[in-house]
């Protein structure tokens, strides 16, 4: 074997291997005690924008890497961040969250003003940096935002930029017996295209994980 077709072999080996690390896989989403299917279960990729909500029987299907990591989130059940089984065809288990206050509002008022909010730093987006943020709003029984926090470490100037908004929020949310925990991430993105964006490697509190906001910046 002469070198040139040594070097196509070796070019052919690794676009192979590229393609063949993608693949299809399909989840059911199931209640940990009744094991019936759970509807309208958003389950998301951290590398990217794609995301899938699970239909009447618990279904969802997605195109995956295998170092791809899944947020699978319910209004009405507990958070679940894991990492894409080794299998193509697969369950999940998910338990149901405690009652947790609602946004007065509504959260169309809420996701509007944190849109026209947040804004790519500019350091940042000149540089092309990407960065993805879960931002933990602690909400007191009174219904008031008492603190922010990022859970994950970043960016000073993604930090910045994304807390001050956050500290903002106006309006309150209901009254409750004891302060509530809501995650909500927040995605920074160069334009539309698909690209790797670092998973956060962290341990999640027990709280309501709310929709992603994606933030785009241009390049």
Not at 96 to 107: D, F, I, M, Q, R
Not at 163 to 185: N, R, T
């Amino acid at each position: 074997m002469n070198f040139k077709s040594i070097f196509f072999f070796f070019v052919f080996s690794c676009f192979s291997q590229l393609v063949f690390a993608q693949r299809i896989i399909t989840g059911k989403l199931l209640d940990i005690h009744t094991k019936e299917p759970v509807e309208g279960v958003s389950v998301i990729i951290y590398k990217g924008t794609s995301s899938m909500v699970s239909n009447a029987r618990g279904y969802f299907q997605l195109t995956v890497f295998d170092n791809d990591s899944l947020l699978i989130t319910h209004q009405n059940y507990k958070l679940a961040l894991i990492a894409v089984p080794n299998v193509d065809v697969f369950s999940v288990f998910i338990e149901k969250l405690k009652s947790y206050p609602e946004y007065l509002e509504g959260e169309p008022v809420l996701y509007s003003y944190l849109w026209q909010n947040l804004k790519y730093p500019t350091g940042a987006q000149f540089k092309g940096k990407e960065e993805l943020l879960l931002v933990q709003v602690i909400v007191d029984s009174a219904g008031a935002v008492s603190s922010c926090k990022l859970l994950n470490v970043t960016d000073k100037n993604f930090e910045k930029a994304t807390l001050s908004v956050f500290q903002h929020i106006p309006g309150k949310w209901s009254a409750s017996h004891q302060s509530s925990i809501f995650i909500f991430p927040v995605l920074f993105k160069i334009g539309p295209q698909e690209s790797a964006i670092e998973i956060p490697n962290i341990d999640l509190p027990v709280g309501k994980m709310m929709d992603r906001v994606i933030v785009y910046g241009n390049y």
